[in-house]
Protein backbone atom coordinates (compact mmCIF):
# COMPACT_ATOMS: atom_id res chain seq x y z
CA UNK A 1 0.00 0.00 0.00
CA UNK A 2 0.70 3.43 -0.77
CA UNK A 3 1.61 5.46 2.54
CA UNK A 4 -0.78 8.75 2.94
CA UNK A 5 0.10 11.32 5.70
CA UNK A 6 -2.27 14.34 6.08
CA UNK A 7 -1.53 17.50 7.65
CA UNK A 8 -3.48 20.99 7.93
CA UNK A 9 -6.02 20.67 10.13
CA UNK A 10 -7.03 22.42 12.79
CA UNK A 11 -9.28 24.71 14.73
CA UNK A 12 -11.12 27.96 13.35
CA UNK A 13 -13.96 29.84 13.58
CA UNK A 14 -16.98 29.44 11.49
CA UNK A 15 -16.53 31.39 7.86
CA UNK A 16 -12.62 30.86 8.10
CA UNK A 17 -10.66 28.83 6.01
CA UNK A 18 -8.28 25.67 5.87
CA UNK A 19 -6.15 23.76 3.36
CA UNK A 20 -5.27 19.98 3.99
CA UNK A 21 -2.72 18.45 2.41
CA UNK A 22 -2.29 14.93 1.79
CA UNK A 23 1.59 13.47 0.57
CA UNK A 24 1.65 9.95 -0.33
CA UNK A 25 4.65 7.99 -1.05
CA UNK A 26 5.70 6.00 -3.85
CA UNK A 27 5.52 6.19 -7.85
CA UNK A 28 2.12 5.15 -8.03
CA UNK A 29 0.30 8.52 -6.64
CA UNK A 30 -0.04 10.31 -10.31
CA UNK A 31 -1.62 7.30 -11.55
CA UNK A 32 -4.19 6.91 -8.78
CA UNK A 33 -7.72 8.47 -8.05
CA UNK A 34 -7.46 10.43 -4.31
CA UNK A 35 -10.46 11.58 -2.11
CA UNK A 36 -11.02 13.65 0.85
CA UNK A 37 -13.44 11.78 3.33
CA UNK A 38 -14.56 12.73 6.48
CA UNK A 39 -16.42 11.08 9.67
CA UNK A 40 -17.83 13.05 12.79
CA UNK A 41 -18.74 11.65 16.10
CA UNK A 42 -21.44 8.94 15.98
CA UNK A 43 -21.80 9.43 12.01
CA UNK A 44 -20.53 7.33 9.08
CA UNK A 45 -17.74 8.09 7.26
CA UNK A 46 -18.45 10.25 3.61
CA UNK A 47 -16.96 11.05 0.82
CA UNK A 48 -16.17 15.22 0.81
CA UNK A 49 -14.12 15.38 -2.31
CA UNK A 50 -12.36 13.24 -4.95
CA UNK A 51 -10.00 13.80 -7.90
CA UNK A 52 -9.15 11.38 -10.70
CA UNK A 53 -5.68 10.82 -12.09
CA UNK A 54 -7.19 13.61 -15.21
CA UNK A 55 -7.95 15.93 -12.30
CA UNK A 56 -11.86 15.37 -12.79
CA UNK A 57 -13.18 16.39 -9.66
CA UNK A 58 -16.54 15.66 -7.42
CA UNK A 59 -17.96 17.17 -4.64
CA UNK A 60 -20.63 15.79 -1.84
CA UNK A 61 -22.99 18.31 -1.94
CA UNK A 62 -22.84 19.68 1.04
CA UNK A 63 -19.12 21.25 0.23
CA UNK A 64 -19.97 22.32 -3.31
CA UNK A 65 -18.77 26.11 -4.09
CA UNK A 66 -16.70 25.75 -0.31
CA UNK A 67 -14.44 23.28 -0.71
CA UNK A 68 -11.62 22.55 -3.59
CA UNK A 69 -9.73 19.65 -4.34
CA UNK A 70 -6.83 19.94 -6.51
CA UNK A 71 -3.31 17.45 -6.76
CA UNK A 72 0.27 18.54 -7.60
CA UNK A 73 1.95 15.66 -9.03
CA UNK A 74 4.97 16.62 -9.38
CA UNK A 75 4.76 16.92 -5.33
CA UNK A 76 2.60 13.32 -4.80
CA UNK A 77 0.22 15.85 -2.90
CA UNK A 78 -3.09 16.46 -2.87
CA UNK A 79 -4.74 19.28 -1.30
CA UNK A 80 -8.30 20.04 0.45
CA UNK A 81 -9.15 23.80 -0.03
CA UNK A 82 -11.78 24.87 2.58
CA UNK A 83 -13.86 28.00 2.68
CA UNK A 84 -16.76 29.13 4.20
CA UNK A 85 -16.52 26.63 6.83
CA UNK A 86 -19.27 25.63 9.14
CA UNK A 87 -19.29 23.91 12.47
CA UNK A 88 -21.21 21.08 10.81
CA UNK A 89 -17.67 20.25 8.92
CA UNK A 90 -16.42 19.41 12.14
CA UNK A 91 -15.02 16.05 11.61
CA UNK A 92 -11.62 14.07 11.20
CA UNK A 93 -10.87 13.99 7.54
CA UNK A 94 -9.14 10.89 6.06
CA UNK A 95 -6.97 11.07 2.60
CA UNK A 96 -7.67 8.29 0.78
CA UNK A 97 -6.17 6.52 -2.25
CA UNK A 98 -7.27 3.73 -4.67
CA UNK A 99 -4.63 1.50 -4.50
CA UNK A 100 -3.74 -1.42 -4.61
CA UNK A 101 -6.14 -2.46 -7.71
CA UNK A 102 -8.55 -3.11 -8.05
CA UNK A 103 -10.01 -1.28 -4.47
CA UNK A 104 -11.62 1.28 -5.14
CA UNK A 105 -12.04 4.66 -3.02
CA UNK A 106 -13.99 4.50 -0.05
CA UNK A 107 -12.84 0.56 0.05
CA UNK A 108 -11.65 -0.38 3.66
CA UNK A 109 -9.05 -1.88 1.32
CA UNK A 110 -7.76 0.75 -0.09
CA UNK A 111 -4.81 3.51 1.23
CA UNK A 112 -5.87 5.85 4.27
CA UNK A 113 -4.22 8.14 6.16
CA UNK A 114 -4.32 8.56 9.35
CA UNK A 115 -6.72 11.46 9.45
CA UNK A 116 -6.35 15.21 10.46
CA UNK A 117 -9.10 16.76 13.03
CA UNK A 118 -10.67 19.65 12.27
CA UNK A 119 -13.18 21.22 14.11
CA UNK A 120 -15.51 24.51 13.15
CA UNK A 121 -16.20 26.71 16.06
CA UNK A 122 -19.65 28.60 16.13
Known amino acids: QVQLVESGGGLVQAGGSLRLSCAAS????????MGWYRQAPGKQRELVAA???????NYADSVKGRFTISRDNAKNTVYLQMNSLKPEDTAVYYCNANYPPPYALGSDLSSWGQGTQVTVSS
Open 26 to 33: GSIFSGSA
Open 51 to 57: ITRDSIT
